[in-house]
């Protein structure tokens, strides 16, 4: 161990986030949460009374407190404090010693900073010891995992971006392939470059040949299995006939390549695997069709309206990436292993078909249909919130104030009319004032959700289609990670906590 010689005061968080002992666990936690803290320091004016930290929350979830339990139930009294002039290691061994993540830095009574594990880890340059992990948030929260230039959401300002482009801007002014092109080659392309683009593109959209043949009956074993299913057991395939090897063992431009091919082909062969369990034929790529276009065209057989195709590129382009999600983080991990580039994919897509993260616009479409017309909306609404269901299309786990891609994509679906729209604008006024009145103070806004499924289907997308269409476009997103990942790679292998029964234990002979 090194570095022992800079004190407490020098290293430490202040002013630290404080609560008081009278307010709620949940105002507490929400503080905590906000601030991307692991604790906060009950204070009576400036003496410090109590902590109540992330473990503290666990342990009330388990022991079934109320959200309107008051701190000082949960608090642990008195806790131990350090001196800011204190030596960082002293301060780390006693920390250490009691089991302790945060501590108080007390002066003279008076509470000046928090100093953490993790800060005096930093500074000692010491690697933890194994019954010492890092403290991270469950869910991993706020923690910062990776490095990026792909793009960023800005939650509390309600925007994202992709590289240094707003993400709707780019939406509503840029095609699908444009974004492509700025994902994976760092800028918008000039006119020249976007038909080069366009030329490459177009002939790998083919599904090999070898692969298309098994498709009849792979659709025919899983008649019943959602598009999703199919494509990630397809596109192994595709990775397989087509040799991927280790990203670890591939110069950049080869991965590249790879990328593109696969983001070319994932919308024909969703098309493809959607007809043939419909027992339809499958309808090849025309490369006079933009992305947008030619994915609705392989799917219904029919050329899109201009405004149908548009409508659905500017969702498709909303949806490309944002931030580190978990498909984007499982493909960023599977591809840290130096695996193929498939097999990232693979994985992410995976992630994505679990419904707390694919998201269901087809549930918010359910949900208009079910409400029918604007005078049930207010009933229906209540009922659902009184009943405890989530309105679907409502609340997200970033952005507090409005999703910008809802606020876009209800202009999509007002610029392209049709039946649903109208009770949409209604049941989501209502909604928000429902959910308002009945869970207030905690900002439940619309979601990229609602206005997705309007918008697909009134350009013609089936339900069942809604998430795959969504995993058409995040390819593009989750494959410029890939090429990121692998261009400055080190394995991603995090620690767990063991809390099971303390070990080691004999092993007992044989019974
Ligand atoms: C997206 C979502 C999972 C984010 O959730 P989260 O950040 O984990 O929010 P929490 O689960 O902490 O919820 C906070 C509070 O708001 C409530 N809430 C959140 N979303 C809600 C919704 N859509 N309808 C009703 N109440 C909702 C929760 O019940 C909770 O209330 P409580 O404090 O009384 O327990 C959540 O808003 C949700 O389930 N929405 C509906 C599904 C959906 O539209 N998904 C697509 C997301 S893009």
Same mark, same amino acid.
């Given at each position: 161990?090194s570095?022992?010689?800079?004190?407490?005061?020098?290293?430490?968080?202040?002013?630290?986030?404080?609560?008081?002992?009278?307010?709620?666990?949940?105002?507490?936690? #929400?503080?905590?949460?906000?601030?991307?803290?692991?604790?906060?320091?009950?204070?009576?004016?400036?003496?410090?009374v109590?902590?109540?930290?992330?473990?503290?929350?666990?342990?009330?979830?388990?022991?079934?407190?109320?959200?309107t339990?008051?701190?000082?139930?949960?608090?642990?009294?008195?806790?131990?404090?350090?001196?800011?002039?204190?030596?960082?290691?002293?301060?780390?061994?006693?920390?250490?010693?009691?089991?302790?993540?945060?501590?108080?830095?007390?002066?003279?009574?008076?509470?000046?900073?928090?100093?953490?594990?993790?800060?005096?880890?930093?500074?000692?340059?010491?690697q933890?010891a194994?019954?010492?992990?890092?403290?991270?948030?469950?869910g991993?929260?706020?923690?910062?995992?990776?490095?990026?230039?792909?793009?960023?959401?800005?939650? @509390?300002?309600?925007?994202? =971006?992709?590289?240094?482009?707003?993400?709707?801007?780019?939406?509503?002014?840029?095609?699908?392939?444009?974004?492509?092109h700025?994902?994976?080659?760092?800028?918008?392309?000039?006119?020249?470059?976007?038909?080069?683009?366009?030329?490459?593109i177009?002939?790998?959209?083919?599904?090999?040949?070898?692969?298309?043949?098994?498709?009849?009956?792979?659709?025919?074993?899983?008649?019943?299995?959602?598009?999703?299913?199919?494509?990630?057991?397809?596109?192994?395939?595709?990775?397989?006939?087509?040799?991927?090897?280790?990203?670890?063992?591939?110069?950049?431009?080869?991965?590249?390549?790879?990328?593109?091919?696969?983001?070319?082909?994932?919308?024909?062969?969703l098309?493809?695997?959607?007809?043939?369990?419909?027992?339809?034929?499958?309808?090849?790529?025309?490369?006079?069709?933009?992305? #947008?276009?030619?994915?609705?065209?392989?799917?219904?057989?029919?050329?899109?309206?201009?405004?149908?195709?548009?409508?659905?590129?500017?969702?498709?382009?909303?949806?490309?990436?944002?931030?580190?999600?978990?498909?984007?983080?499982?493909?960023?991990?599977?591809?840290?292993t130096?695996?193929?580039?498939?097999?990232?994919?693979?994985?992410?897509?995976?992630?994505?078909?679990g419904?707390? =993260?694919?998201?269901?616009p087809?549930? #918010?479409?359910?949900?208009?249909?079910?409400?029918?017309?604007?005078? @049930?909306?207010?009933?229906?609404?209540?009922?659902?919130?009184?009943?405890?269901?989530?309105?679907?299309?409502?609340? =997200?786990?970033?952005?507090?104030?409005?999703?910008?891609?809802?606020?876009?994509?209800?202009?999509?679906?007002?610029?392209?009319?049709?039946?649903?729209?109208?009770?949409?604008k209604?049941?989501?006024?209502?909604?928000?004032?429902?959910?308002?009145?009945? @869970?207030?103070?905690r900002?439940?806004?619309?979601?990229?959700?609602f206005?997705?499924?309007?918008?697909?289907?009134?350009?013609?997308v089936?339900?069942?289609?809604?998430?795959?269409t969504?995993?058409?476009?995040?390819?593009?997103?989750?494959?410029?990670?890939?090429?990121?990942?692998?261009?400055?790679?080190r394995?991603?292998?995090?620690?767990?906590?063991?809390?099971?029964?303390?070990?080691?234990r004999?092993?007992?002979?044989?019974?």
């Open positions: 161990m570095g022992g010689t800079r004190s407490v005061g020098e290293i430490m968080s202040h002013p630290a986030v404080t609560a008081t002992a009278n307010e709620t666990i949940t105002a507490a936690s #929400a503080r905590m949460r906000e601030q991307g803290v692991g604790s906060v320091v009950v204070v009576d004016g400036d003496r410090p109590g902590i109540l930290t992330e473990r503290d929350l666990v342990r009330m979830g388990a022991a079934g407190a109320t959200p339990d008051l701190v000082a139930t949960w608090m642990t009294p008195d806790p131990d404090s350090v001196a800011p002039d204190v030596d960082a290691m002293t301060a780390f061994a006693s920390l250490a010693e009691h089991g302790y993540r945060h501590i108080p830095v007390v002066d003279h009574a008076r509470l000046v900073g928090i100093v953490s594990m993790r800060d005096l880890m930093r500074i000692a340059q010491i933890p194994e019954s010492l992990a890092h403290e991270v948030p469950r991993l929260e706020g923690v910062v995992v990776a490095e990026t230039g792909i793009g960023d959401v800005r939650g @509390k300002e309600g925007f994202y =971006h992709y590289r240094q482009y707003n993400a709707v801007e780019l939406a509503e002014t840029r095609s699908l392939e444009d974004v492509w700025l994902l994976y080659d760092g800028e918008l392309p000039t006119a020249p470059q976007r038909a080069a683009f366009a030329t490459e177009a002939p790998l959209r083919h599904i090999p040949a070898e692969v298309q043949s098994a498709l009849p009956e792979i659709a025919r074993v899983a008649r019943q299995a959602p598009p999703l299913d199919l494509l990630r057991t397809t596109l192994s395939l595709i990775g397989a006939a087509l040799g991927f090897r280790p990203s670890l063992d591939l110069p950049a431009a080869e991965l590249h390549e790879q990328g593109m091919r696969v983001c070319a082909v994932v919308p024909t062969l098309c493809a695997l959607y007809r043939l369990q419909h027992d339809l034929e499958i309808i090849e790529p025309r490369p006079d069709l933009a992305y #947008a276009a030619n994915y609705l065209y392989m799917m219904s057989g029919d050329v899109p309206t201009a405004a149908h195709a548009r409508g659905v590129e500017q969702y498709l382009i909303s949806t490309i990436d944002h931030g580190f999600n978990a498909s984007t983080f499982t493909a960023r991990v599977i591809t840290s130096g695996a193929d580039l498939v097999a990232a994919v693979v994985g992410a897509i995976g992630a994505l078909s419904p707390l =993260h694919g998201g269901a087809s549930r #918010a479409l359910d949900m208009l249909d079910a409400i029918g017309t604007v005078d @049930k909306a207010d009933a229906w609404l209540r009922d659902a919130v009184g009943r405890g269901d989530r309105l679907m299309g409502f609340g =997200h786990r970033v952005y507090k104030t409005d999703d910008t891609r809802s606020v876009m994509l209800r202009s999509v679906a007002e610029r392209l009319g049709g039946s649903k729209v109208e009770l949409a209604q049941v989501e006024q209502v909604a928000i004032d429902v959910l308002a009145e009945l @869970k207030p103070g900002k439940l806004y619309t979601n990229v959700e206005y997705a499924g309007v918008v697909m289907d009134t350009c013609g089936p339900r069942e289609m809604f998430t795959p969504f995993a058409s476009s995040r390819v593009i997103g989750w494959t410029a990670h890939v090429l990121e990942q692998a261009a400055d790679n394995l991603i292998r995090p620690s767990a906590q063991y809390v099971g029964p303390p070990p080691p004999p092993v007992p002979p044989v019974s």
